[in-house]
T-cell receptor, first 121, second 110 residues
Framework: QLRLQESGPGLVKPSETLSLTCTVS??????????WGWIRQAPGKGLEWIGT???????YYNPSLKSRVTISVDTSENQFFLKLNSVTAADTAIYYC?????????????WGQGTLATVSS | QSALTQPASVSGSPGQSITISCTGT?????????VSWYEQHPGKAPNLIIY???NRPSGVSNRFSGSKSGNTASLTISGLQAEDEADYYC??????????FGTGTRVTVL
């Protein structure tokens, strides 16, 4: 059964870089046509799409975060990653990784449980 | 890109039907049939309940249904049950290859 698990440091200092990992189990990250994404949710707030790694290799980012975010993948480890630099308190959120069938853009069918990242000195 | 507009809250009695609207623009909701809906219970990850406007993933109750007219998508929950009390979010694919979520709706079962 497919499982996505986010991991990373729970606490990051302002102006530093937040680095998160999504580990995929139960299926190969390269099997089939799937897109992989990151979505976040600030405490008590709504969902915000961060970016998508398409199965063909293209990567698209939220325009509001594009200058600070990088998504990458390590197929040998069955993991994909999120880096967000120059973080501020506004980046404090639960970060989710998710998968959608590609190239459908139909929606995020499978989600990880999420990991809380707090930006504080 | 601006968040899609949803009502902050909707309520109903058990057994009733409720509808949640999701209003966007001709560049997102109105452009493609790539609108999805998510249910989120407190402390839990979102769960997909509708994709591509009208489709239900396997295992999702047929009490959930979706539709779209112009720039507005809608989620209807029929036969409202206590377990439906949760936050609901819409999401749309856009013309600039991004996704935008709705502002979220809190459903309360009276």
């Amino acid at each position: 059964q497919l499982r996505l698990q986010e991991s990373g440091p729970g606490l990051v200092k302002p102006s530093e870089t937040l680095s998160l990992t999504c580990t995929v189990s139960g299926d190969s990250i390269t099997s089939g046509r799937f897109d992989w994404g990151w979505i976040r949710q600030a405490p008590g707030k709504g969902l915000e799409w961060i970016g998508t790694l398409y199965y063909g290799g293209a990567i698209y980012y939220n325009p509001s975060l594009k200058s600070r975010v990088t998504i990458s993948v390590d197929t040998s480890e069955n993991q994909f990653f999120l880096k967000l630099n120059s973080v501020t308190a506004a980046d404090t959120a639960i970060y989710y990784c998710a998968r959608e069938p590609g190239p459908s853009n139909s929606g995020w069918h499978t989600w990880g449980q999420g990991t809380l990242a707090t930006v504080s000195s | 890109q601006s968040a899609l507009t949803q009502p902050a809250s909707v309520s109903g009695s058990p057994g009733q039907s409720i509808t949640i609207s999701c209003t966007g623009t001709s560049s997102d909701v109105g452009r493609y049939n790539h609108v999805s809906w998510y249910e989120q219970h407190p402390g839990k990850a979102p769960n997909l309940i509708i994709y591509d406007v009208i489709n239900r993933p396997s295992g999702v109750s047929n009490r959930f249904s979706g539709s779209k007219s112009g720039n507005t998508a809608s989620l209807t929950i029929s036969g409202l049950q206590a377990e439906d009390e949760a936050d609901y979010y819409c999401c749309a694919y856009t013309t600039i290859d991004t996704y935008v979520f709705g502002t979220g709706t809190r459903v309360t079962v009276l």
